[in-house]
């Protein structure tokens, strides 16, 4: 599962975004090392990205039916 939490990180807020596997030998979900972290200074830039990225899966979404 994806896990998409607050942090901080030396003193500095960011958002983590991370890939939590389940692991039978401790019956818990743990984190992989795919992720990502953001720092807060580049929340908009990248909310931006994922909306645009969004949209043109949708537009791509459209052509295709």
Known sequence: EIRI???DYDGSK???ARLW???EE???YIPTKKGFTIR???LDK???DFERA???LK???ERNK
Do not use: N
Request: proline share 4%; with cysteine; net charge negative.
């Open 5 to 7: 939490e607050p942090i």
């Open 14 to 16: 960011r958002i983590d």
């Open 21 to 23: 596997l389940f692991a």
């Open 26 to 28: 401790k019956g818990e």
């Open 40 to 42: 807060e200074d580049q």
């Open 46 to 48: 990248v909310r931006g």
């Open 54 to 56: 969004c949209m043109v």
């Open 59 to 61: 537009q791509e979404e």
